[in-house]
T-cell receptor, first 114, second 115 residues
Framework: NAGVTQTPKFQVLKTGQSMTLQCAQDMNHNSMYWYRQDPGMGLRLIYYSASEGTTDKGEVPNGYNVSRLNKREFSLRLESAAPSQTSVYFC?????????????FGEGSWLTVV | AQSVTQLDSHVSVSEGTPVLLRCNYSSSYSPSLFWYVQHPNKGLQLLLKYTSAATLVKGINGFEAEFKKSETSFHLTKPSAHMSDAAEYFCVSPLKGAGSYQLTFGKGTKLSVIP
């Protein structure tokens, strides 16, 4: 039972390079999310997708783009990486996005931009 | 807008002693509230959630939390700490967005358990 799967787990980028973080869930969830985690900041929402075909900005969307490829997959792209984007990235999913629904997280992707 | 405040950034307890991790929320309505746990270099796992049913919520691994509207609190407790409880804990509330709810995270409380 895989749940939420993210790739890659670790990545080092040079400033200005681009990359895409991939995320897939096998729970048939409608809503998917990308968060970043920085020390002492908790998790902050980058983008979310309430359902297939829709995406919306979260708290910290600048420098990122997303694609909801289908119901299972939600990718996060850094077009021109900056050192400020060094962080741990978490993909997550939930059923309908209702307030009481559990959100399930992937294991995280550690990104370093040098 | 609803938000959560975790009152301690770091809590240290001895193995076998009680654990108390404090969380206050601010809201004009009865919220849903969650506690998540994150072990080192791992993703987040749901410990328990409150969704306007019973005010005392029992979770996994012996943790529980009590929703107190009069105190706007949702503190996490465990009677006896185990070494495996050492982790970071997040108090979380849903925030209504366009077509969905997103989670608003507290800044986290790192729990250390001393042998």
């Amino acid at each position: 039972n895989a749940g939420v799967t993210q790739t890659p787990k670790f990545q080092v980028l040079k400033t200005g390079q681009s990359m895409t973080l991939q995320c897939a869930q096998d729970m048939n969830h409608n809503s998917m999310y990308w968060y970043r985690q920085d020390p002492g900041m908790g998790l902050r929402l980058i983008y979310y997708s309430a359902s297939e075909g829709t995406t919306d900005k979260g708290e910290v969307p600048n420098g990122y783009n997303v694609s909801r490829l289908n119901k299972r997959e939600f990718s996060l792209r850094l077009e021109s990486a900056a050192p400020s984007q060094t962080s741990v990235y978490f993909c997550a999913s939930s059923d309908t996005g209702a307030s009481g629904n559990t959100i399930y997280f992937g294991e995280g992707s550690w990104l370093t931009v040098v | 807008a609803q938000s959560v405040t975790q009152l301690d950034s770091h809590v240290s307890v001895s193995e076998g002693t009680p654990v108390l991790l404090r969380c206050n929320y601010s809201s004009s309505y009865s919220p849903s509230l969650f506690w998540y746990v994150q072990h080192p270099n791992k993703g987040l796992q749901l410990l328990l959630k409150y969704t306007s049913a019973a005010t005392l919520v029992k979770g996994i691994n012996g943790f529980e939390a009590e929703f107190k509207k009069s105190e706007t609190s949702f503190h996490l407790t465990k009677p006896s700490a185990h070494m495996s409880d050492a982790a970071e804990y997040f108090c979380v509330s849903p925030l209504k967005g366009a077509g969905s709810y997103q989670l608003t995270f507290g800044k986290g409380t790192k729990l250390s358990v001393i042998p």
